[in-house]
């Protein structure tokens, strides 16, 4: 019979190794459909062309941190396979020195380096 794997607080108690949340448990929506609440009718009809491809993924972690993934041309992105990327502790946007050098969001990220920031910042 093989043995359980108990999931507590993000550790493979089998292993007892952290269970690290990566870009393939990112889910993607449309940008502009996730502000539909924010937006008039008007301004949803202004930005529709120009955020047409934008698409965001938001992911919460436990120790409570968020990180915002973008895509799309009207962010630090190239639309189709590079990625912009922020993060948040609770409602503030915050750049952790050792993630984020610059003081600023990173931009023109791959997949792997979106996993490697998301590994980063649950790791805070």
């Given amino acids: 019979m093989p043995r359980s794997r108990l999931r507590l607080r993000g550790l493979n108690h089998t292993t007892m190794e952290k269970q690290y949340k990566t870009f393939d448990d990112l889910v993607f929506e449309g940008w502009l459909e996730r502000r539909a ?8 009809l202004a930005y529709a062309d120009l955020y047409s491809d934008a698409k965001q993924a938001v992911m919460a972690f436990e120790n409570g941190y968020q990180i915002s993934v973008l ?7 190239n639309g189709k396979d590079t990625y912009e990327v ?5 409602d503030k946007l915050v750049y952790p020195a050792n993630i984020f050098p610059d003081d600023d969001v990173l931009g023109y990220l ?3 380096e979106v996993t490697a920031v998301m590994r980063e910042v649950q790791d805070l």
């Fill in 37 to 44: 609440d924010t937006f008039s009718v008007r301004e949803m």
């Fill in 71 to 77: 895509c799309g041309e009207m962010f630090y992105s």
């Fill in 86 to 90: 922020a993060t948040f502790k609770g």
């Fill in 110 to 112: 791959t997949k792997d």
